[in-house]
T-cell receptor, first 116, second 114 residues
C-alpha cells in the first residue's frame, strides 16, 4: 500500500524568507502523480503544485517549487518570498498514474506559520 | 463560478438520523469522489465514481452510501449517523484523461453528530 509521510507537524518562517516542507512516500508503482495542497482556515483544499513522476524536471508555480527525488521517494515543497497569505496547513498527496485511479493518499499535514 | 459545489456547509445530526450531503460539478468531469477529514489528519477516501451508474468503495466506506445517476451529481448518504462520523467532508472531481490530473475540491461540509 502506498503511504505518504510528512515529518514536520509545524513549521514557521519569517515573512519574505524561504521555507521548505518535507514529504516522503512509499510506492512500488513507476507511474504516479504527486501533489501539494494548501488548506487555509476556511478548510478548502487548494492545489498548489503537481508533479508527474515520469518528468525529471521539477515543477514550479511562481513562488512555489518542488524538489522531486524519485529514487529517494522524496517530494519537498519550497516556498520563496513567504507571504502572510501562505499561512495554512499543507498536505502532500500521491495518486497512481493509471486511468481510473481515484485514491489520493494524503500525508498528515504540516501547519505553516508566517511571522511578520 | 464553475467548480464543485457542496451542500449543506454545516449540519448537526442526532445519533441515528440519516441525511444526504449533496455534491454537484459543472465541469463535465467523469470522476468524482468523497473524502472525510478528521482533526489533525489528511483526507481519507470514502467512495468514488468513474462515471454515471458506476460507484466503488474507498478506504473508509462503512456507514455511507453513494449513487451516481448523472454525471453532475454525486450525493453521499449517511444511513444512521454515529458520533464517529463527525468530520469535515470533501467532494472532489477530475477529468477522465491522464491529462486531467488536477483534482478540484469543494469547500467542505462540516458535520457534527451528537
Amino acid at each position: 500500500a502506498q503511504t505518504v509521510t510528512q515529518s514536520q507537524p509545524e513549521m514557521s518562517v519569517q515573512e519574505a524568507e524561504t521555507v521548505t516542507l518535507s514529504c516522503t512516500y512509499d510506492t512500488s508503482e513507476s507511474d504516479y502523480y504527486l501533489f501539494w495542497y494548501k488548506q487555509p482556515p476556511s478548510r478548502q483544499m487548494i492545489l498548489v503544485i503537481r508533479q508527474e513522476a515520469y518528468k525529471q524536471q521539477n515543477a514550479t508555480e511562481n513562488r512555489f517549487s518542488v524538489n522531486f527525488q524519485k529514487a529517494a521517494k522524496s517530494f519537498s515543497l519550497k516556498i520563496s518570498d513567504s507571504q502572510l497569505g501562505d499561512a495554512a496547513m499543507y498536505f502532500c498527496a500521491y495518486r497512481r498514474g493509471i486511468q481510473g485511479a481515484q485514491k489520493l493518499v494524503f500525508g498528515q499535514g504540516t501547519r505553516l506559520t508566517i511571522n511578520p | 463560478n464553475a467548480g464543485v459545489t457542496q451542500t449543506p456547509k454545516f449540519q448537526v445530526l442526532k445519533t441515528g438520523q440519516s441525511m444526504t450531503l449533496q455534491c454537484a460539478q459543472d465541469m463535465n468531469h467523469e470522476y468524482m469522489s468523497w473524502y472525510r477529514q478528521d482533526p489533525g489528519m489528511g483526507l481519507r477516501l470514502i467512495h468514488y465514481s468513474v462515471g454515471a451508474g458506476i460507484t466503488d468503495q474507498g478506504e473508509v466506506p462503512n456507514g455511507y452510501n453513494v449513487s451516481r445517476s448523472t454525471t453532475e451529481d454525486f450525493p453521499l448518504r449517511l444511513l444512521s449517523a454515529a458520533p464517529s462520523q463527525t468530520s469535515v467532508y470533501f467532494c472532489a472531481s477530475r477529468h477522465r484523461t491522464l491529462s486531467g490530473n488536477t483534482i478540484y475540491f469543494g469547500e467542505g461540509s462540516w458535520l457534527t453528530v451528537v
